[in-house]
């Protein structure tokens, strides 16, 4: 080992928000790094970013190590742990390692559209396998989530062994394996273990996390007990819910029809492995109609108020095959993600109004999360011993609440680190010792872009104050031509006179012009500002605002 070799962390995304994660470990002297990726996620736009579709991690950072990046090890094939891969792995043309599941699911969303992202190519890697890149050796460690195959990675090199745990909880009775391997992390801690890069997104919650199989029993009560349809919303990937769901079902003898594409990927993938051995098959949306409202499940797509999911148009009575009635009962078995409040309580508004029962986790277990509260992170700390506990996976409440539990607990460091911070972890005193450049970039219709190259900015502006477009034609001698051309959108059509907005700024480009004395009506570009600087000075006179204008003049 040269002495001017490091160990080195750098978050570009997850670390200071949930979502996006994006994990960097960096191993040499500075000028000659290695690195290793972890995770490649996305999150996912609220209404502060009009038309935007996803929210990526920006790694510039990588441009100049590109040649340095070994390998993008993937923990598990959450959307905010994955889902920015397709779209970001073309321009690092490095090999990918994840797990069976998530590789299918990849394949799966890639089908689905079309080409419009290209294939990666992944290798397999599941909990138990090592691989070994440049100067690192990367173990999976089997870890409980809600998910299929989710790991956690101890990742070896000359200086120390670092435990990053992904997403993980400890279930005894989870509805799908595997079990959080204790006896593995254990060894681990005996092995030694340097730093621990831990989950934070449940560290303010007291005690331990419910077991799935509580959540299973709830279910199977409430659909056993029903007297109409019984419908589930849950997030798409949670593949032992969705499989306790349809054993309740069957068990109560009720069919289960499955709604959303998203749903069904994940479905058809978690059979292609053998996930859903001895489920009985599904129905389709065309015999829904035919089945007595006691007799039937609809496990369905829409917890988080997306608009196009399933959830949303039943809740506005758009599908042609499926409805609901007055005494259905639609369970929650979700938590809300964080800016999606709204949008749920308007579904569930549309659901009430036709007389649909609602049940969240507030009325019954509905619903666990796949993430580690306090005891159980402190578990994790009597298992690893690690000398370091870096928070990470959480905002900044999170990450505050669990620096503080690793500090009562013992641990000698806990450094605080957010996403473009380079931690040095060995040799030396674990520190900042730099900043990356990071930050968001945005998916939008089939390009990617800055918040600028995107138009972002303008597009908020429309959405606020609408647009105006004006073209005035000048004869030979720069005088007004018939009258000029606008079009507004978004404006309000009278303004509060009463007088129709249009024509109030159908006016004020004339007066404009006409202001102007024809001697200098040469400057084409000086007449365009000074009807822009009008119609944006009559709106807002007329409305109180100002809106986008663009003025064109035209001579002929």
């Known amino acids: 080992m040269a002495k001017q070799d490091e160990l080195v962390f750098l978050p570009l995304g997850g670390v200071g928000e949930i979502g996006m994660n994006l994990a960097l470990y960096g191993y040499g002297p500075p000028e000659h790094r290695q690195w290793i990726m972890v995770d490649c996620g996305v999150t996912f736009p609220g209404p502060d970013l009009p038309g935007v579709d996803l929210v990526l991690p920006d790694i510039r950072f990588l441009a100049s190590e590109r040649k340095n990046l070994k ?54 890697f599941k909990a138990g396998d090592t691989i070994n890149v440049g100067p690192f050796s990367i173990e999976g460690v089997a870890v409980n989530h809600s998910i299929p195959e989710p790991m ?33 992390f254990r060894q681990l801690g005996d092995e030694g273990v340097l730093a621990l890069m831990c989950d934070s997104t449940n560290a303010l919650r007291d005690g331990v996390s ?53 749903l069904k990927r994940v479905v058809n993938v978690a059979q292609d492995i053998g996930l859903m051995e001895g489920v009985k098959p599904f129905i389709s949306e065309d015999e829904y109609g035919y089945i007595p409202r006691d007799k039937v499940v609809v496990i369905l797509t829409g917890s988080q108020g997306e608009a196009r999911a399933a959830l949303a148009k039943l809740s506005r009575d758009e599908m042609r095959n499926v409805a609901f009635a007055a005494g259905d009962i639609v369970v929650f078995s979700s938590r809300a993600i964080p800016g999606n409040e709204k949008a749920i309580q308007d579904i569930k508004n549309g659901l009430v109004e036709q007389g649909v029962h609602i049940i969240t986790d ?37 990450l505050t609440a669990h620096k503080e539990l690793a500090e009562q607990s013992g641990i000698a460091v806990v ?18 010792i730099g900043e990356a450049p990071h930050g968001r970039i945005y998916k939008d219709g089939t390009l990617i872009g800055d918040f600028d190259e995107m138009g972002i900015g303008e597009r908020k502006k429309l959405s606020y104050v609408g647009h105006v477009a004006v073209n005035v034609v000048l004869d030979a001698r720069y005088d007004i031509v018939g009258d000029p051309d606008l079009v507004s959108i978004g404006l309000p059509v009278y303004d509060d006179e009463g007088e129709e907005m249009e024509d109030t700024l159908f006016d004020a480009a004339i007066s404009a012009i006409e202001s102007i004395p024809r001697a200098r009506r040469k400057d084409i570009d000086m007449l365009q500002e000074a009807v822009r600087r009008a119609i944006r000075s009559a709106a807002n006179q007329a409305w109180g605002k100002k809106p986008v204008v663009t003025a064109f003049v035209t001579r002929v």
């Open 71 to 124: 390998a993008i090890i993937i923990t598990h094939a959450h959307e905010d742990h994955y889902g920015a891969l397709a779209d970001l792995w073309p321009g690092l043309n490095v090999p990918v390692y994840a797990s069976g599941f998530t590789a299918g699911l990849l394949e799966a969303k890639r089908n689905f559209e079309k080409a419009k992202i290209g294939e990666v190519p992944v290798t397999p």
């Open 152 to 184: 956690s990675l101890m990742i070896r090199t000359p200086v120390g062994n670092v435990i990053h745990t992904g997403d993980w909880k400890i279930d005894h009775e989870p509805s799908l394996g595997p079990l959080t391997d204790e006896t593995r």
């Open 210 to 262: 419910p077991s799935e199989k509580d959540v299973s029993e709830s279910l199977r009560k409430i659909i056993e007990n029903a007297e109409g349809r019984v419908a589930i919303t849950t997030f798409s990937s949670n593949v032992g819910r969705i499989r306790t769901v349809a054993e309740a079902a069957e068990a109560a003898g009720r069919e289960v029809l499955l709604l959303g594409s998203s």
């Open 362 to 398: 507030t009325e019954a277990l509905v619903h666990v999360s796949g993430h580690p509260r306090r005891n159980e992170l402190q578990r994790m700390y009597e298992w690893t011993r690690p000398k370091i506990v870096v928070p990470v996976h959480g905002e900044a409440t999170h």
């Open 415 to 432: 450094p605080r680190v957010r996403n473009g911070d380079i931690l040095r972890l060995a040799p030396g005193p674990v520190e900042v």
